[in-house]
């Protein structure tokens, strides 16, 4: 196997380039320009020639560099031109043409969203699996079939073994992310996954590195493949301020609190599951609006969590490195490091969260007395000022919050823009500005999922997936783990808003009340746990 080499790709996009230049079908022309997508990201430019004509293609490019159209595109323009296929799968469920694997839930299910709108333009259905949820709406999307199949490694395996999926049909395959797929150990199964697919597949492959068993994956499953590096362009990067605070363990949430109420929203990394949990109800305690997200918390509550945070609901997202991982959110403004990274590989996934598409960002590291000669070394191998500080809040830049835009049709909707409100301190009740996504009915502010594809026919480009279309979620009220909004009590684990309740507070930091005079006392019973689930499956 041999691979051509090309020039690395500048990461500026070319406003003269148009993607009918680069051979993209008129159908999905006329449906990115409904999207308000119109002119090519560097990654598309540099591929779309070579997958368009049916070559195996090897892309090097960080993410939020506009990948997903790039592969999407190329898959769905292929499919376009086989009616016979979509015949033929219509009439055998489980059997897709293309297939697409990524590492986590959250980015199999921003695929999906973000290629819906097109794929209906051509005439195909996209599906995707991953775990964290019931086996029953999967298996029925593929039971009345599924062009292209958008999975996570475990559970693609699960349903091949059940027999619902069979991959012997599918000619052409994209590894998204392959970089991370070796760093969670996904690497084996992608092997097996592959074995499974036609012999004379075209094949994809993304990564922001292409080293080790990545580079292997690439010498022994892809014939000849055109290497495109898509170089990221420092002058449309935002400045990233770095801080490395000293902080002893008894100070972090206090630390951390403060920082967020006044340079939030943030994400701030925690290093295990139980420590997430406990920051988030800690900060909530301290009128911080907070969700968790981790390998514990089912698919649901994960869509929950980062819709709201998306939204400007939430003002702390707390989250593991794994679950972090297929997290794509535009313009962070600040990452904490409550537990700093245990490497500068940690350090750059975390960090990447924010400076993206131009905007500015601060990261803050806390770090022990134990931790300081880990993090000078980090320090060192990234480049970055060494030596610790003192925490200095009042010191940090202001960073500009981008908007939460109301879209026409939505409640309150004028064309205004407003931002998220800032938390309030001391337990303050108030809840900030309220946000709806899709256009249909439900409550203010309340997630709700819809089709595929959120509004049919809209796509947004840019800057980490973000929403690449507008996430839809949930549509009842009252299932376990839902947002629930007024004075009523939730169930263990429920999201509250609104009311003169003030904060979400989780129900583990519910605390007991007295009884009144001469009746007797109640028993308090905790949240009972199910079983944790990986974060790819």
Known sequence: MSITPTRPVSGASDPDCTFVDLGVPAPLVSALER???????????????????????????????????????????RLESCASRHERNRRDGGRPDALILVPTRELAAQVEVALAPLAAAVGARVASVYGGVSYGKQRAALRRGVHVLVACPGRLEDLIEQRDVDLSFVSLVVVDEADRMADMGFLPSVRRLLDRTRGDRQTMLFSATLEGPVDKLVRDYQRSPARHDV???????????????????????????????????????????????????????????????????????????????????VHALVATDVAARGIHVDAVPLIVHYDPPGDATDYIHRSGRTGRAGADGIVVSLVSSEQATVAKKMQRELGLEPGLSNPDVGGLPVIATPAVVRRPGERGSQGAERRPAPPRQGGASGHPAEFRQGGGRGRPGEPRRGGASGRPGELRQGGGSGRPTEFRQGGGSGRPGEPRRGGASGRPGEARQGGASGPQRSASSHRPTKPAPGQPARRQHGPRQGPGRSAGR
């Open 35 to 77: 999207g308000g997508i119109l002119v090519p990201f560097p990654i598309q430019v540099a591929t779309l020639p070579d997958a368009l004509a049916g070559r195996d293609v090897c892309g090097m490019a960080p993410t939020g560099s506009g990948k997903t159209l790039a592969f999407g595109l190329a898959v769905l323009a």
């Open 231 to 313: 170089l990221v362009d420092e002058d449309n990067d935002g400045q990233v301020h770095h801080r490395f605070w000293h902080a002893d363990s008894q100070d972090r949430l206090a630390i951390t609190a403060e920082v967020v109420a006044a340079r939030g929203p943030a994400m701030v990394f925690c290093r295990t599951k139980r420590g997430a949990d406990r920051l988030s109800e800690r900060l909530s305690r301290s009128g911080i609006q907070v969700a968790a997200i981790h390998g514990d918390r089912s698919q649901a509550q994960r869509e929950r969590a980062l819709a709201a945070f998306r939204a400007g609901r």
